[in-house]
């Protein structure tokens, strides 16, 4: 099994950045694909961005350019650095690892909320 803590969410203004956490354990950290999710409220939750084991990042084209997925297997972190806020980010961000296939995504952390103002 594998625990997943968010940290980091908080309100912010248009245009502002905030840096979300991800702390994991129960397993290796260097073994697994980390990635964020978000769903705002009434939409599915959509994928924002990963990092596979191997270091490949993976971006959605809606934060491409404004956010930064980055990996600290010595602390078994994954940080995301969001720039250039924008309303329609507003959503429960919810980091998600695996260690098998890229893209199954088996363990889920509760989430941490971030409110962009416009």
């Known amino acids: 099994q594998v625990q997943l803590v968010e940290s980091g969410g908080a309100l912010v203004q248009a245009g502002g950045s905030l840096r979300l956490s991800c702390a994991a354990s129960g397993r290796a950290f260097s073994s697994l694909h980390m990635g964020w999710f978000r769903q705002a409220p009434g939409k599915e939750r959509e994928f924002v961005t990963a990092?596979?084991?191997?270091?490949?990042?993976y971006y959605a084209a809606s934060v491409k350019g404004r956010f930064t997925i980055s990996r600290d297997n010595a602390n078994n972190t994954v940080n995301l650095q969001m720039n250039s806020l924008k309303p329609e980010d507003t959503a429960v961000y919810h980091c998600a690892a695996d260690g098998g296939i890229y893209g199954t995504w088996s363990y889920w952390g509760q989430g941490t909320q971030v409110t962009v103002s416009s």
């Open positions: 990092i596979a084991r191997s270091g490949k990042l």
